[in-house]
């Protein structure tokens, strides 16, 4: 599939006015054609005014508009092929296999809203019917319902090119809620980012939607991010990333004459509690699953488990040199670009600084002057590790830090000192969750995610799923960024006091012609209001 290295604005390919540059292959070093050149000043603003201007048309549009344009994107990058993996391939270094199971998350995800969004219930309708005869004051008539906010720009992440990038999840919630998106490509994979966008451009014009619902901008500086979150005409921020650049975009949006909402989704450590049971009973089994977990993709999962907790005893040691046996038996991988690699190496190098041992490194890389990476096991004490806080930073890739307390109580110690976590795992029986509730209550304060005799890596893709945590793990723990809650990040309430019915949303007129569950009176019913 041939590139041509463009910005894509409102459907019109266009050169940009910033720096030139070009995507690398992790696993050779080489540099891949065409040439990228980052949009300026001038692209950023002809994107977000066309969205403005689409804005005013699609977010009127009925849900059952918005589900045809995300079923067409759907089915728009399935055309693309293995063309589409290829590239993905060529500028990530992912496999094949890995690629693909992507893209059927991505496609699944992206049908996934179009079918909540077509049923509309998502819109929370609220009804308060009029009580003229209340004293001392009458009832008026009030009627409550979520609405798109307006343009979203959409930052696509590095380590799933295809579903938390151009089409992925936040730009999937954003359509759904009738916002149109300026996405800025990773600059790691700009080429998948382009064939991407090119598929969305073609649903867009294939349901007849305004072309500014989406435009596609390359930047490898931040400066293209930030003009995106200071621009008047952003309404919000998606964002999946490391904590340094969510928390830049998060102060950037902030300072704004008007600030805008950041959901960006973070830093975590994703903690994994070993109780007695689980080490007694089945230690092989959870070394074997956790050597795995922290391995899996090179350990560039945001659900990765970089920190493990136990009570010091024979049943951990046993589980520790199982799973020590396992991670130095692992194989090297090669991580999606070079400065990732040198972030992971540095980690790695700053917790041993801080006193964690090395129970265990993989054999060299064969690419370790480029983006290769030794998935390792590292150990500290409880006591250790609450004195350092250094030792709680996440540790991008294939690394878990051990951290082993003298008893029960120095194990809570820890959990009340974690910082915020997309996921908290527990291994043990269901006799020892119930005695150790207040292990729970402390957890329950701390992630998005509890998990129970299962591993973090895996965020399923539904109606229930939270992927989100308290700060640093994102910056608005009451939002998730999978699953079909997240389209409420892009929505807020408005309430229509006493409008007359004909003026009203049809979301919230008396007949429920969209057959949707409202909240009338105080009950949840499908029926017509008086009906």
């Not at 979301?507 to 009338?520: A, F, K, P, Q, T």
Request: hydrophobic share 45%; aromatic share 6%.
């Amino acid at each position: 599939m041939e590139l041509s290295g463009s910005n894509l604005v409102a459907g019109e390919a266009v050169e940009g006015g910033g720096a030139t540059f070009r995507a690398v292959n992790p696993a050779t070093g080489a540099e891949l054609d065409p040439v990228f050149r980052e949009a300026g000043a001038t692209e950023v603003d002809h994107a977000l005014e066309a969205a403005e201007a689409a804005f005013r048309v699609y977010g009127r549009w009925s849900g059952r508009e918005r589900a045809a344009l995300l079923r067409a994107v759907a089915d728009e990058l399935l055309a693309l092929g293995d063309g589409w993996i290829e590239r993905a391939h060529a500028e990530t270094a992912l496999p094949a296999a890995r690629l693909q199971g992507e893209r059927g998350r991505t496609v699944g995800q992206l049908r996934l809203f179009a079918d909540h969004v077509e049923e509309g219930s998502w819109v929370e309708a609220r009804i308060d019917t009029p009580d003229p005869a209340r004293t001392p004051a009458p009832r008026p008539d009030l009627r409550r319902m979520l609405v798109p906010l307006g343009p979203v720009a959409v930052f696509g992440a590095s380590n799933f090119p295809f579903a938390f990038s151009v089409a992925g999840g936040d730009t999937a919630s954003a359509l759904a809620a009738g916002c149109p998106v300026v996405c800025k490509a990773h600059p790691a994979h700009p080429g998948t980012s382009e064939l991407a966008a090119r598929a969305v451009d073609r649903a867009v014009r294939s349901v007849g939607a305004p072309p500014g619902v989406f435009s596609l901008l390359h930047g490898w500086s931040h400066e293209v991010g930030l003009a995106l979150v200071r621009h008047p005409l952003t309404r919000a921020v998606g964002f999946t990333g490391s904590l340094r650049g969510g928390r830049a975009l998060f102060d950037a949006a902030a300072a704004r004459p008007e600030p805008i909402p950041v959901y960006a989704e973070m830093g975590s450590v994703n903690p994994v509690f070993l109780l007695p049971s689980a080490l007694r009973g089945r230690g092989e089994t959870l070394a074997r699953g956790l050597a795995a977990s922290i391995a899996l993709g090179v350990g560039q999962f945001c659900t990765n488990p970089g920190v493990l907790v136990a009570v010091r005893g024979e049943a951990l040691d046993r589980t520790a040199t199982e799973l020590a046996a396992r991670i130095g038996g692992a194989e090297a991988g090669v991580m999606l670009y070079d400065a990732l690699r040198r972030g992971f190496v540095a980690g790695v190098e700053r917790a041993r600084a801080s006193g964690a041992e090395a129970l265990a490194i993989a054999p060299t890389s064969p690419r370790e002057d480029s983006a290769g990476a030794r998935p390792a096991l590292l150990a500290v004490d409880a006591e250790r590790f609450l004195a350092e806080p250094r030792l709680q930073e996440e540790i991008f890739g294939p690394v878990s830090l051990l951290v082993t307390a003298r008893d029960d109580a120095e194990m809570l110690r820890v959990a009340e000192a974690l910082e915020g976590q997309l996921t908290v795992t527990v291994h043990g029986s269901d006799e020892e969750l119930r005695e150790r509730a207040e292990l729970v209550r402390i957890l329950e304060r701390k992630a998005g995610r509890l998990i129970f005799n299962g591993f973090p890596t895996g965020v399923e893709v539904s109606h229930a799923m939270q992927h989100g945590g308290p700060y640093p793990a994102s910056t608005d723990s009451r939002s998730t960024s999978v699953g079909t809650a997240a389209i409420t990040r892009f929505a807020r309430p408005v309430c229509f006091q006493d409008f007359p019915e004909g003026a009203l949303p049809h979301e919230l007129r008396d007949r429920n012609e969209l057959g949707i569950l409202r909240l009338v009176d105080g009950e949840w019913t499908r029926e017509d209001v008086n009906g």
